[in-house]
């Protein structure tokens, strides 16, 4: 299971990367933004490749052994990368929302 994480996450990771990249040439997105995805991506892989680290903050929470550790990873990789979409989606949205509602002033204006 830990082999399946590790690949999951590098997998999304460089969907994750490619696209914001893809983006940021496209100028569809800004350096910070192509920044944060890439650093944030990056430290999920690193994570994932190194889950010592994950067991040993989830068992420094619950004091106790977590044979879950695995399934919270995979959880946590997922939900993230749901996360990078939904804020993708949401700034191309308002972007075009933005596009649009100066077209509009701009044809009020020379009417």
């Known amino acids: 299971m830990i082999i399946f994480t590790k690949i999951f ?11 914001t990249f893809y983006d940021y040439k496209k100028k569809r997105e800004i350096l910070s933004t192509f920044a944060f995805w890439t650093i944030a991506w990056v430290l999920i892989v690193y994570v994932a490749l190194k889950p010592t680290l994950f067991y040993n903050l989830l068992s420094s929470m619950a004091n106790e052994n977590i044979g879950i ?11 993230f990368y749901i996360t990078y ?5 949401a700034n191309r949205l308002e972007r075009q929302i933005k596009d649009i509602v100066m077209r509009i002033g701009i044809k ?3 009417d």
Do not use: C
């Not at 979409?85 to 989606?89: A, D, F, P, Q």
């Open 9 to 19: 996450a590098i997998l999304l990771a460089l969907t994750v990367i490619t696209k």
């Open 69 to 79: 550790g695995t399934f919270v990873g995979v959880a946590f990789i997922f939900l």
């Open 85 to 89: 979409r939904v804020y993708i989606k």
């Open 108 to 110: 009020d204006i020379e």
